[in-house]
C-alpha cells in the first residue's frame, strides 16, 4: 500500500509540473503576442505618419511646381505675346 502510494504522488507531481510548465508556456505566449500586437501598431503609426508626410509635400511640391510654372509662363498669356509668335512663323 505504501508504493502503491508513492508511486501515485510522484506520478501526481509529475504532472503537477507539467501543469505549471504549460502555464508557464501560456504567460510567455501571451507576453510574445502582446509585444507583437505592440510592435504591429507602432509599424503601422509609423507608415501612416510616413504616408501623411508624403502626401503633404507631394502636394507643396505640386504648388511649387506649378507656381513656377506659371511665373515661367506668363508670357504666353498675354495677346501681343501670340500674336509676336505667329508673325515669327
Not at 510616413?50 to 504648388?63: D, N, P, T, V
Amino acid at each position: 500500500m505504501q508504493k502503491l502510494y508513492a508511486e501515485s504522488r510522484e506520478e501526481e507531481g509529475t504532472a503537477e509540473t507539467k501543469a505549471e510548465t504549460a502555464a508557464k508556456k501560456v504567460v510567455n505566449c501571451r507576453k510574445a503576442l502582446e509585444d507583437a500586437e505592440k510592435e504591429e501598431k507602432d509599424a503601422n503609426d509609423e507608415l501612416n505618419d510616413k504616408k501623411k508626410m508624403r502626401k503633404i509635400i507631394q502636394k507643396r511640391a505640386l504648388f511649387v511646381g506649378s507656381a513656377a510654372m506659371k511665373e515661367d509662363n506668363s508670357e504666353l498669356g498675354t495677346f501681343s505675346y501670340i500674336k509676336n509668335f505667329r508673325k515669327s512663323n
